[in-house]
């Protein structure tokens, strides 16, 4: 089991940056991969970003690709999301996942096992 809380949302303005941070626990969170979705009102789930295990194979969704970065700290059970230059369609609940059967993330929602409650984070113009 894996539970996973999610932290570092709020309101930005446009342009602004955030860190978004996801504590694990009950399991180590250096067997599992993990990712960032995000949803937005009337809008499914997206893939936002994903690390590997080892933190050595990373993804990103082209809309974020360049703005935002993915990492973790196996140390301290915690991946972390730095959001820089944001914009207003970045305005979404975001959610950290793990993925324990696979070392390397994936960008499929139903790979992932295990979700966080979420962090609301809005981008005004």
């Known amino acids: 089991q894996v539970q996973l809380v999610e932290s570092g949302g709020g309101l930005v303005q446009a342009g602004g940056s955030l860190r978004l941070s996801c504590a694990a626990s009950?399991?180590?969170?250096?067997?599992?991969?993990m990712g960032w979705f995000r949803q937005a009102p009337g809008k499914e789930r997206e893939f936002v970003a994903g690390i590997s295990r080892s933190g050595m194979r990373i993804y990103y969704a082209d809309s974020v690709k360049g703005r935002f970065t993915i990492s973790r700290d196996n140390a301290k059970n915690t991946v972390y999301l730095d959001m820089n230059s944001l914009k207003p369609e970045d305005t979404a609940v975001y959610y950290c996942a793990a993925d324990p059967r696979s070392a390397w993330p994936t960008t499929m929602e139903k790979d992932y096992d295990y979700w966080g409650q979420g962090t609301q984070v809005t981008v005004s113009s």
């Open positions: 009950g399991r180590t969170v250096m067997s599992t991969a």
